[in-house]
T-cell receptor, first 111, second 113 residues
Framework: GQQVMQIPQYQHVQEGEDFTTYCNSSTTLSNIQWYKQRPGGHPVFLIQ?????EVKKQKRLTFQFGEAKKNSSLHITATQTTDVGTYFC???????????FGTGTLLAVQP | NAGVTQTPKFQVLKTGQSMTLQCAQDMNHNSMYWYRQDPGMGLRLIYYSASEGTTDKGEVPNGYNVSRLNKREFSLRLESAAPSQTSVYFCASSSVSATDTQYFGPGTRLTVL
């Protein structure tokens, strides 16, 4: 069935370093969404990308959707301790028309 | 606007006991979902409801039942709890389609001994 893989599973950075997480789908997606989950919290929607090759920015966060609409990335510039949490991608569309969540990347930021 | 609410926040069960997790949303959303989250496994869909009166199985439905009581409420029932069902359970809702933005409740942390 449709799968969405995310790498890395875990990343530990020093505050101020950059961070990137990658998301890959086994099928072409209609859209990709990104969510952030703080430790002990619930997933919160960050952004949605719909167009092939789309790039969107939110302050220090840059989101990209691949040309083939099968992969995506989230890049954080100059991480801060407030960036700590698990980042999930979620792929929409495909045969099931459901939102399939990736396994998530846990980001730890050392001050 | 409370968004999505879930009760209880925490629960400890013994193997074989039953319980119902409650979820309600006040955003007039059509679609509602139940996920479980286990370490390293991400969010896995248990059941979803595209509209009032309809429910459908997700990726991991075994051992669970659901009821879409009305447009606002979507409950998840464990008939005979097993230790493998120890997890964090999240309810979510979206406006229309499963590929719309999903809004999550605070979660229920369930331990089955």
């Amino acid at each position: 069935g449709q799968q969405v893989m995310q790498i890395p599973q875990y990343q530990h950075v020093q505050e101020g370093e950059d961070f990137t997480t990658y998301c890959n789908s086994s099928t072409t997606l209609s859209n990709i969404q990104w969510y952030k989950q703080r430790p002990g919290g619930h997933p919160v929607f960050l952004i949605q990308l719909v167009k092939s090759g789309e790039v969107k920015k939110q302050k220090r966060l840059t989101f990209q959707f691949g040309e083939a609409k099968k992969n995506s990335s989230l890049h954080i510039t100059a991480t801060q301790t407030t960036d700590v949490g698990t980042y999930f991608c979620a792929g929409g569309g495909g045969a099931t028309n459901k939102l399939i969540f990736g396994t998530g990347t846990l980001l730890a930021v050392q001050p | 606007n409370a968004g999505v609410t879930q009760t209880p926040k925490f629960q400890v069960l013994k193997t074989g006991q039953s319980m119902t997790l409650q979820c309600a949303q006040d955003m007039n959303h059509n679609s509602m979902y139940w996920y479980r989250q286990d370490p390293g496994m991400g969010l896995r869909l248990i059941y979803y409801s595209a509209s009032e009166g309809t429910t459908d199985k997700g990726e991991v439905p075994n051992g669970y039942n659901v009821s879409r009581l009305n447009k606002r409420e979507f409950s998840l029932r464990l008939e005979s709890a097993a230790p493998s069902q120890t997890s964090v359970y999240f309810c979510a809702s979206s406006s229309v389609s499963a590929t719309d933005t999903q809004y999550f409740g605070p979660g229920t942390r369930l331990t089955v001994l």
